[in-house]
């Protein structure tokens, strides 16, 4: 079992630069990648980033967010985090931090643990 726990969202404005947390525990080490996904009601689920859990970590973007938004991990607080930058108002949803523990072959994989979601709102 992993339990994952967002932070940071809230209303932001155009341009703006929030850092959004995500802190997990239970079994950690099972983890193999680490994500963050977004969803707009009424539009589809995105997936925003990724990272890796061995070594320094293998990160991949979402090209609506490449150059904007960085993820990186904190294994001493067993933490990943997104970096979000020059946001507009496109960027607005709930951000979502998730875990995946199975393998993570070709493109047919979803997470198996999930945090409740943070807001981001980019309003002015």
């Known amino acids: 079992q992993v339990q994952l726990v967002e932070s940071g969202g809230g209303l932001v404005q155009p341009g703006g630069s929030p850092r959004l947390s995500c802190a997990a525990s239970g079994n950690i080490f099972s983890i193999n990648v680490m994500a963050w996904y977004r969803q707009t009601p009424g539009k589809q689920r995105e997936l925003v980033a990724t990272i890796t859990s061995v070594g320094s970590g293998s990160t991949n973007y979402a090209d609506s967010v490449k150059g904007r938004f960085t993820i990186s991990r904190d294994d001493a607080k067993n933490s990943v985090y997104l970096q979000m930058n020059s946001l507009t108002p496109e960027d607005t949803a709930v951000y979502y931090c998730?875990?995946?523990?199975?393998?993570?072959?070709?493109?047919?994989?979803?997470?198996?643990?999930w945090g409740q979601g943070t807001q981001v709102t980019v309003s002015s």
């Open positions: 998730a875990a995946r523990v199975g393998g993570v072959y070709g493109s047919n994989w979803d997470p198996e643990y």
